[in-house]
């Protein structure tokens, strides 16, 4: 009985947690370009999810963030390795909430320390990388484990999608592409992330 509850509990976890990534970044883009109160075109100004922040309605980024931060810190897991990269994780999303990116709009000194803006988009791009190399490493290691064949290789797709748009965030920066590709590219991880935690939640509609 007690190992039932437990999966169930895990189940919901893995669900509600791939619905709120799911929706985050629909939410942040609409409400963000929506809400835009500084001059100028918003799409020109936004170029990441993580500049929503800036915007009128920067609470749903926030709250989202918040909500995924307590399902990882609380997911118990099946072992080890699952604990760990929910922790990591779980952290990094923190830091992301807590210490925004660089932007046009941004003061010297943001973020819940009031921090440099050049630091706090420091500690903000290595928390990105903890939350979604945490999110890969767990779809591609820990996720497959099973022995559904098909739904391993949904698995591993999601988690080379995020493996590979994580390793061209920095190309972008380098080779100077498009700024608006950022954003491209944390849409397309935490979709994936999204849709591997709800397949690997089995909660049916």
Not at 4 to 21: A, D, M, N, P, W
Not at 113 to 130: E, Q
Request: proline share 2%.
């Amino acid at each position: 009985m007690k190992k039932l509850q437990f999966e169930s509990t895990v189940h919901k976890q893995r669900f509600i947690l791939g619905i709120i990534c799911g929706l985050l970044p629909v939410l942040c883009t609409l409400f963000g370009f929506a809400s835009c109160t500084w001059g100028g075109n918003s799409w020109e100004v936004i170029n990441s999810i993580s500049e929503t922040y800036y915007s009128n309605h920067n609470s749903i980024m926030l709250i989202a963030l918040g909500l995924c931060s307590f399902f990882l810190f609380t997911y118990e897991g099946y072992d080890l390795g699952d604990r760990v990269l929910t922790c990591i994780a779980g952290a990094g999303s923190l830091g992301v909430a807590f210490f925004p990116c660089e932007s046009v709009v941004a003061n010297s000194n943001i973020g819940l320390l009031s921090l440099p803006l050049s630091i706090s988009n420091v500690i903000h791009f290595i928390s990105a990388g903890m939350v979604f190399g945490g999110f890969a490493l767990m779809t591609l290691t820990q996720f497959t484990k099973g022995n559904d064949v098909t739904r391993n290789k949904l698995y591993r797709i999601c988690g080379i999608i995020m493996i590979v748009a994580l390793a061209v965030v920095p190309i972008r920066a380098i080779l100077n592409w498009p700024d608006w590709l950022m954003m491209v590219l944390e849409f397309f991880m935490l979709e994936a992330f999204s849709v591997s935690w709800i397949v690997k939640s089995k909660v049916t509609m």
